[in-house]
């Protein structure tokens, strides 16, 4: 997913009202809905034709990046104009084409918490089918990445409301950080500059480690190798001798500098493998100095999950991989 470097054409922020009750940024009585991975798409067949929805709503549906299977980006509810009413406005990401002949211009909107909180709703309006079809190609790569972090930030308010103490009190002594690492996940190896946080079901597994080492510069082929010195000490496979490294394929794994609240630094998303074993999976991390530029710090997310879908579970620990503060 490309970052955000261009003007957008209009932008409307909706500030919180001070009669709702709030945990941290979100006002817990106007929460959002929706599914995970779900979004609403408002395009009117009367006026956009079948290719023109598909175009839409493929690039919509375009495959979740580094995973080892085909998932789409966002599962597209389509409305028609009319059935757009009070019962899914609350729905916490919105595309919606608003078409008349009567419009006198053609315009982008992206809107957050219009109407619950965290919403991103976007407004696609004119009188030329068109010009607001080019208007969404233009700005397509913008609207994938709101959708996508108010996904991201649905799931760490939720996580944010049953925090473990024990792990958030490990966390700041080890590392001088914060994450927003729900209750059902535990410690399942700890060492002086290791901790691995384990969250088990019957199906599936999700894994949230955080390493530190003495500072070295943060190029792709440093944080590949670092990490794979890192999982094969401290994370054993399922057979003797088997651990898990980075699979490096198939245009994998995809390296960028980001930032991450006031942290700058580089992240890396792609599928990690078994030496000595079949067993793999998505993950997405992120590498920073700490302030005294003495060590290098990762916090990390991956997932095993093999007889099921995996785009929810990845953004799961992603998004407390991105809480960090």
Known sequence: MKKIFFAIMAVTL??????????????????????????LLVMDDKFFTESQLQEVTDSLQQAQPAINQNEPMFDVLHLQGKDFTSKFVRHRNIVHFDFSPKYNSNIIVFDRNAWSNPQVYIK???????????????HADTIIDLLYDNDLKRVQYAYNRELEPTIQKTL?????????????????NKTDDF???RFRTTKNDRFIMVYKLPAYELTEDNVIAMRD??????IPGAVKNAYPIIAQKAGFPIVNPTQIGAKKGMEMRGLWESIGDYMG????????KS?????????????????????NYLREVEAIVKSLR
Request: aromatic share 16%.
């Open 172 to 188: 700041k002594e080890m590392f001088g950080i914060s994450l927003s690492v729900p209750m059902h996940y535990f410690i399942a």
């Open 14 to 39: 909706v500030l919180a009202s001070c009669g709702h009750k709030s945990v941290g940024s979100f006002k817990v009585d106007n929460f959002s809905n929706g599914k995970a991975g779900e979004m």
């Open 281 to 288: 999976g998505p993950f997405y991390s992120f590498t920073f």
């Open 229 to 234: 010195s890192v999982t094969k000490k401290y």
């Open 291 to 311: 302030p005294d530029g003495q060590y290098c710090i990762t916090v990390d997310g991956f997932v095993y999950a093999p007889q099921e879908d995996k785009r």
């Open 124 to 138: 696609i309006k004119g009188y030329d089918v068109d010009s607001c079809l080019n208007l969404f190609r233009t």
């Open 195 to 197: 901790l691995w946080l």
